[in-house]
């Protein structure tokens, strides 16, 4: 049996406090609203969210407000639906508090009524399910990208409001073991594998302030006082390779290998392995130039950037216009976490190709990807129309790229 939703997925895109202004302007139901910002303010797991019974939201009497984490949605065996059990580990069971401002809205929501209903249910005062939900979600999501609230580039998920609330904490300077204990983590290790490179990105501009505060002027982060190619002066110094798949990505920082390693698997269901190599090692057998650089401009000082991107495709056509072996559905948009290594990463709303393939068969092939679902859908429609005018030149051969 599973929680109804696990909690270091897919964690989407990090969203601003702007951005989720501008998503909960989109929301016309007022419990949708305090949802949205209860679950950006407090970092609760979907399952744990719609488990809140009225009795759960409290007031204590030095006026501090709290929200008691004591049981989450769980899905049965199959055919036998979701049932109230315990969250998701005994570190899950726990006291989150909540600012004065959402204790006004969740008491304007549950007013009236009793101890045990639900906080947030379907208007019937039964489980709101969470594809209910999501159809709202991403109607207020494309609202808020039309009126420029929201980056185009970003798919965010509900359960990246998770992921947002401990970015915003970390970005405030709260430290890793307060944020653990809101998210209900087992473990410190689970929250800085998942975090932490949120937690080092914020060291920079902190030390710069103090430093300011201190009179000793502005100072230059790390970023900037070490190239990322500056030649390598010891080629026996050691960095390290993540093994991806068929890829191998080389960091400095071994906690930048270890994270994209992580987010691969997560990504992929891949199994995948960090090594400690030598500089030596590498530009042997990566194939790295020897020059200014000593053949290793290609090791990366951070870590690679991942953006959700839809796919259509590829589907293989013979000369008279068919399918070589279709798959279902292989024409509609999918979506994929691609790395900035991968081919089919971009920054596009739209990209498209239709070529020939190799070969005496005289097959082409249509697909498209991008950013943006509707815009791939309809530049493999493009594509599939450019098929059909190479398959009508008359064994002309080419591609068409765009």
């Not at 501090?64 to 998701?88: D, H, M, N, T």
């Not at 809101?182 to 501009?205: F, M, N, V, W």
């Not at 991968?342 to 990807?369: C, I, K, Q, V």
Request: glycine content about 10%; proline content about 4%; some cysteine.
């Amino acid at each position: 049996m599973t929680t109804v939703e696990d909690d270091e997925g897919e964690d989407g895109d990090f969203l601003e406090h702007d951005e989720v202004a501008g998503i909960v302007e989109g929301l016309p139901r007022r419990e949708d609203q305090i949802l949205v910002r209860l679950a950006y303010g407090t970092g609760l797991r979907w399952g744990e969210l719609t488990a809140l019974a009225v009795k759960h939201v409290r007031a204590r009497s030095s006026g501090s407000y709290e929200i008691r984490v004591a049981r989450a949605w769980k899905r049965g065996a199959r055919g036998e639906g979701f049932y109230l059990g315990p969250p998701k580990s005994r570190a899950g069971r726990r006291t989150v508090e909540i600012s004065e401002a959402l204790w006004g809205e969740l008491s304007e929501l549950t007013a009236g009524r009793g101890p045990d209903e639900l906080v947030f249910h379907n208007g019937r005062g039964q489980q709101l399910i969470y594809s209910t939900f999501y159809d709202r979600w991403r109607e207020a999501v494309d609202e808020a990208k039309s009126r420029g609230l929201l980056p185009a580039w970003k798919f965010p998920k509900v359960h990246g409001l998770r992921h947002s609330h401990a970015a915003a904490l970390i970005s405030a300077g709260v430290n890793l073991d307060l944020i653990k204990r809101r998210l209900g983590h087992e473990s410190i290790t689970t929250t800085s594998d998942t975090y932490g490179h949120l937690q080092r990105e914020a060291h920079g501009p902190a030390l710069a302030a103090m430093d300011q505060a201190l009179g000793f002027g502005p100072v230059s982060s790390a970023a900037e006082e070490v190239d990322e190619h500056q030649p390598v002066q010891d080629p026996g110094q050691c960095l390290y390779v993540a093994h991806l798949g068929s890829y191998r990505v080389a960091f400095w920082d071994v906690e930048h290998a270890e994270w994209t390693a992580e987010r691969w698997a997560q990504d992929r269901g891949d199994a995948v392995r960090v090594e400690r190599m030598t500089c030596d090692w590498w530009r042997r057998t990566a194939g790295g130039v020897v020059g200014a650089d000593n053949g290793l401009k290609a090791v990366r000082a951070e870590v690679p950037s991942r953006v959700l991107v839809w796919e259509a495709g590829p589907v293989v056509y013979k000369d008279d216009g068919s399918e070589v072996m279709p798959e279902p559905a292989a024409a509609e948009p999918r979506s994929v976490w691609r790395w900035d290594f991968e081919e089919g990463y971009t920054d596009e709303p739209a990209m498209r190709s239709a070529e020939w393939l190799p070969g005496a068969e005289a097959l082409t092939e249509a697909r498209a990807w991008g950013l943006d679902r509707t815009a791939v859908k309809a530049a493999f429609a493009a594509a599939y129309g450019r098929v059909a005018d190479l398959l009508a030149a008359s064994g002309a051969v080419g591609s068409e790229r765009a």
